[in-house]
């Protein structure tokens, strides 16, 4: 009773978290870090909220409304695993069941949608026993043609998605540098990479083998070119987030799976840069890569001229999450508003 009473001193910190549907553990640890010693654990802080009646769950009217703007976010491919994570992600916690409810409630056409679609069928194509065996890199080129490719990397056990980048054009070291690179700097060294046999990979498996001592299973080969299967910066960063806070039957959340990252950890010093790491490839294989990669022709003659069009646009329109938000929900008359404009500023000042 004496410890549940020193939480009294920050009884309106603890009820505006939790209102804000952080777990008891997220509100203990922001307390721990604030300064309170004893008396501070996710147990006693769900005792106190019991103690003034309050509840953490989400009520259905406060879970709809949350699904109905995600769902203004995301369009209406997300189901209820994936939309559970992406609420998770914004920090509202609730029950795939009930996330599954309020999706068929809030529009029932996008429900129809998903039930009928064929996408839900989805093999297994590989098996990896631990986080680190295997580390899976794929790119996305549906939308080649208007300059963005997207690029993850994804490992095989937690089906966590550890990096990912958008580029105009796929390129080396582009991949290396903010694909590879920070996946290893960040989780550790997995034992065996997968990719198809495309080039924009070279320099990713160049210095994975340069690197292949440092594994913690050395006798597999460090990395095996497979045959492709084809599965900007905002839309898939919301799709990661989702991604690794979705619950995968059978296996559990990615996010949750993968902490702590691989077992085997190695020096970022052992990593260098893009560039860095191209100048050794070429030492050592006497062969080059493409260093720069351009998509298109460049339509500005100055930097002046491309500033000002960049700063004209954003004034017109100053919230890119608009043009997505209604894009994924098929009104694309922002989407070519906004492209239109572009084009005519870009003419003009070029």
């Not at 290396?176 to 990479?193: F, K, L, S, T």
């Not at 989702?242 to 702590?260: D, L």
Request: hydrophobic share 35%; glycine share 6%; aromatic share 8%.
């Amino acid at each position: 009773m004496r410890i549940t009473m020193s939480l009294e001193l920050y009884r309106e910190v603890i009820l505006d978290m939790i209102l804000k549907h952080h777990t008891h553990k997220d509100v203990a640890e922001h307390l721990s870090q604030i300064g309170v010693g004893r008396g501070c654990s996710a147990r006693t802080v769900r005792r106190f909220c019991a103690s003034h009646g309050v509840r953490r769950e989400v009520s259905d009217t406060q879970l709809e409304i949350a699904v109905s703007a995600a769902v203004q976010e995301t369009g209406p491919t997300y189901g209820r695993k994936l939309m559970t994570g992406y609420l998770t992600s914004k920090g509202i916690r609730a029950a795939e069941s009930r996330v599954g409810r309020a999706l068929r409630t809030i529009n029932r056409p996008y429900h129809e949608m998903r039930c009928s679609g064929v996408r839900n069928l989805n093999p297994i194509p590989y098996c990896a026993t631990y986080t680190g065996h295997k580390l899976h890199l794929d790119q996305n080129e549906k939308l080649v043609m208007f300059g963005a490719t997207h690029v993850l990397a994804i490992d095989g056990y937690s089906s966590k998605i550890m990096a990912y980048s958008c580029m105009p054009v796929k390129k080396n070291l582009i991949i290396y540098d903010e694909v590879h690179r920070p996946a290893v700097i960040n989780n550790g060294m997995w034992d065996q990479i997968r990719v198809d046999h495309g080039k924009e990979f070279f320099l990713t498996l160049f210095m994975q083998e340069i690197l292949a001592g440092h594994r913690m299973n050395t006798a597999t080969p460090p990395y095996r070119q497979t045959t492709s299967t084809k599965l900007c910066h905002l839309g898939i960063s919301r799709v990661v987030e989702a991604w690794n806070n979705h619950r995968i039957p059978g296996k559990g959340i990615p996010n949750q799976i993968a902490q702590g990252g691989c077992a085997k950890k190695i020096s970022a010093a052992l990593l260098p840069d893009g560039t860095e790491a191209a100048d050794l490839y070429m030492n050592t294989l006497g062969s080059s890569l493409t260093r720069v990669s351009a998509f298109g022709t460049d339509p500005f003659t100055s930097e002046h001229e491309k500033v000002t069009v960049e700063q004209l646009f954003s004034e017109k329109w100053p919230d890119i999450t608009y043009l997505l938000n209604n894009t994924v929900n098929k009104n694309f008359l922002p989407f070519k508003e906004a492209l239109v404009c572009l084009v005519n500023l870009t003419q003009r000042y070029s």
